[in-house]
């Protein structure tokens, strides 16, 4: 069986801080990490891959130093590594990352199984995933919670919000997980050290043989107009004063409100 | 015919006009065209009566209709794609176009007239057997027909576990653009469709445009339109489709639904909800949170820090990775305020904070901050609600 995980490198937003005078973001310095739900992704192909003796391929996209998540990937378990790195890319909204990864993927070729993270922590859509299965016509389950292959065949937890689905697929089918799927690992000490006997193969557009006209900024479908930081709400009221009055002041400030459900 | 009477300004009582006699004082009467009635009006002895234009309503231009993806589920119409037909129906009207609904079911029993009491003036139905549980497969063949058919210009999703599965899939067959989790969504002086989106966990909002592309399309999470109330008189059209579908589409097989037996969370519906987070210390102290909102019939709501440390189950997260809510109070203690957790709550009607530290960024957003020991306020307000009572 081969698989190939998609994982994004992002910044830390645990770290992201607002500059207090200027309202901007402070991006400097902010540590990058694989992307959560991308790195039980990770995981559970590794999974998988000691019952099936499956070979794993990572593969991302993005600036150069997305390199230390592909290692990182490596040495949790994965065999080889590819970054899609070319100013090309520069820019893409998500119809056009799939358009990269899902190009690549063809060139790739020969997958049985996509894996994905659910979303990444930086932007939220959980879009990529959908769109590269649709790219590919193939057939798609996100928000796995259990993963179970059979021959030929995925039979797959798919959550909902009042609890879940089986799902069973043929494959090639993508698939993206939550971070239910599995417990969190870190890389042993001898897989650091066999990821860096392993390559990281670093692919242009070219190299990816990636449509070049559905790609980067100016291709994509959606653009940004403005950013702005969201207004801040000016300065509340402090309650003060001892114990019992603040919170007689709270309480009557919820049946002024009429928030009065259970009293 | 024009309808006339004599003006005061004529100084006869009395109009013989070609054989019809008009009375000073009487009122408006309908007379025929005569060449004397036409000079009379000319004389100023004659008042017309000015045909009242009757106020039209303006008739909407057909096409390019503002259409909202009916999500049901066991034949219930999802909360969300209420609260996206009311955002649908104000970006509608600025557009003058139709507010439209699709709706894939198995049976569609009353449901379109529910989307219609709730602002759509079209419901599509697409019926079959094979479309009573949403399969990525059918329902983005079924959609995306309609959608080349119909060209909309703008399609709404609601950001549920379905809408997030459905939507890109279809926006990648339709070669168009989507905004993820919208904010805000309005109408542009050039007619586009501004989409409004936290990005950065909240520290940033972008405005998102899709120009050159149709349709527009985004999704909105649960909770975050306003509702609009529900109008039994509205009127509207019911449109039956014919999906052209067979087994043979099918790519996936629901094997089981499971649903979960313990109390559904609900905190995207909650008038109240009592958050607790890293500042209880530990999981026993939880238990403060979970008496004050008993008192106050409130959800339970946490940050991810109370989740994390195994406190409080993971559909009790307000975040950015959580829920996103509105309540008319939000009441937390022990909560910092990560820009992940604001991005959640902020838009709640009023936000109380209890933090011992004044710094603490949740200040920032509460409309009444309480710079207190949590061990002290929660427990003082728990005794004198209980007394209360």
Redesign the interface.
């Known amino acids: 069986m081969n698989i190939i995980v998609c994982i994004k490198q992002v910044?830390d937003?645990?770290e992201?801080k607002?500059d207090p005078k200027t309202g901007t973001?402070k991006r400097e310095g902010v540590p990058t990490i694989m992307n959560p739900d991308d790195k039980h992704a990770l995981i559970e192909a590794v999974k998988i891959k000691k019952k099936t003796k499956a070979q794993i391929t990572v593969l991302s996209m993005g600036p150069p130093q997305a390199e230390e998540a592909l290692r990182e990937a490596l040495a949790l378990g994965a065999d080889q590594a590819i970054l899609l790195c070319d100013r090309a890319f520069a820019g893409s909204?998500?119809?056009a990352t799939?358009n990269a990864i899902g190009g690549a993927i063809k060139t790739i070729g020969n997958y049985d199984l996509l894996l994905f993270g659910r979303q990444a922590?930086?932007?939220?859509?959980?879009?990529?995933?959908?769109?590269v299965?649709?790219?590919l016509n193939?057939?798609?389950?996100?928000?796995a919670q259990k993963i179970e292959t059979e021959k030929n065949k995925v039979?797959v937890e798919?959550?909902?919000?009042?609890?879940?689905?089986?799902?069973?697929?043929?494959i090639p089918?993508l698939i993206t997980c939550i971070s239910?799927i599995n417990e969190t690992e870190y890389p042993t000490l001898k897989g650091i050290r066999q990821a860096y006997k392993k390559e990281v193969k670093v692919w242009s557009a070219d190299q990816a043989k990636v449509d070049k006209s559905k790609i980067g900024l100016l291709n994509?479908?959606?653009?940004?107009?403005?950013?702005?930081?969201?207004p801040?709400?000016g300065q509340?009221?402090?309650?003060k004063g001892s114990?019992?009055d603040?919170?007689?002041e709270?309480?009557d400030?919820?049946k002024e409100?009429e928030?009065t459900?259970?009293? | 015919m024009p309808k006339v009477r004599i003006s005061m300004s004529c100084p006869e009582t009395q109009l013989n006009l070609g054989g019809i006699v008009l009375i000073k004082g009487n009122d408006f009467e309908e007379i025929p065209d005569l060449p004397e009635v036409q000079q009379a009006i000319d004389n100023g002895y004659l008042e017309v009566l000015e045909e009242k234009k009757e106020e039209k309503k303006q008739e909407t231009t057909e096409g390019a209709e503002v259409l909202v993806f009916a999500e049901q589920r066991n034949n219930k119409i999802s909360r969300v794609v209420l609260e996206l037909l009311g955002k649908a129906r104000e970006l509608a009207e600025k557009l003058n176009v139709k507010t439209t609904a699709i709706l894939l079911t198995d049976k569609s029993n009353n449901l379109s007239k529910e989307l219609i009491s709730y602002g759509a003036d079209k419901v599509y139905i697409a019926e079959s057997p094979l479309l009573k549980?949403y399969q990525?497969?059918l329902y983005?063949k079924v959609i995306s027909e309609h959608i080349k058919e119909t060209k909309p210009q703008i399609v709404l999703y609601g950001a549920?576990?379905i809408g997030?599965?459905l939507?890109?899939?279809l926006?990648?067959?339709l070669?168009?653009?989507?905004?993820?989790?919208c904010t805000g969504l309005d109408i542009t002086e050039e007619n586009l469709l501004?989409q409004t989106r936290?990005?950065?966990?909240?520290?940033?909002?972008?405005?998102?445009?899709?120009?050159?592309?149709k349709p527009q399309m985004s999704t909105v999470r649960p909770g975050v339109m306003k509702m609009q109330d529900k109008d039994e008189d509205r009127k509207g059209e019911i449109i039956k489709l014919n999906p052209d579908i067979s087994e043979k589409d099918m790519?996936?097989?629901?094997?089981?639904?499971?649903?979960?037996t313990k109390k559904?969370v609900n905190l995207e519906e909650a008038?109240?909800i009592v958050s607790g987070g890293r500042g209880l210390g530990k999981k026993e102290n939880f238990k403060l949170i979970e008496d004050l909102a008993?008192?106050?019939?409130?959800e339970i709501g946490s940050s991810r820090a109370a989740v994390d440390s195994g406190w409080v189950e993971?559909d009790h997260q307000v975040g950015?990775?959580g829920k996103t809510v509105r309540p008319?109070?939000y009441?937390c203690a022990g909560i910092s305020g990560?820009?992940?957790h604001k991005a959640g709550m902020?838009s709640s009607d009023?936000?109380?904070?209890i933090n011992k530290d004044p710094d603490a960024p949740i200040?920032?957003?509460?409309?009444?901050?309480?710079?207190?020991d949590l061990f002290?306020?929660l427990p003082?307000?728990i005794?004198?609600?209980k007394e209360?009572?």
Request: charged residues 25%; glycine residues 6%.
């Open positions: 910044p937003t645990n992201v607002i973001l909204d998500t119809w799939a922590i930086d932007g939220d859509t959980a879009q990529v995933g959908p769109q299965a649709e790219l193939i057939p798609q389950i996100t928000y039979k798919r959550q909902m919000e009042d609890g879940y689905e089986i799902i069973e697929s043929n089918c239910e994509s479908p959606t653009s940004v107009k403005k950013s702005f930081t969201p801040a709400k509340g009221q402090t309650l114990i019992k603040i919170a007689k709270i309480i400030l919820l409100r928030l459900g259970g009293f | 549980n990525t497969d983005t549920t576990h997030r599965d939507a890109p899939r926006a990648q067959r070669n168009t653009g989507l905004t993820a989790d501004l936290p990005a950065f966990g909240g520290n940033l909002m972008a405005q998102i445009l899709c120009q050159k592309h790519t996936t097989r629901i094997i089981d639904i499971i649903k979960e559904k008038e109240i008993k008192l106050l019939n409130a993971k950015q990775t008319k109070l009441l990560a820009i992940q902020q009023t936000i109380i904070a200040f920032q957003v509460a409309d009444f901050c309480i710079v207190e002290k306020v003082e307000m005794e004198s609600l209360g009572s």
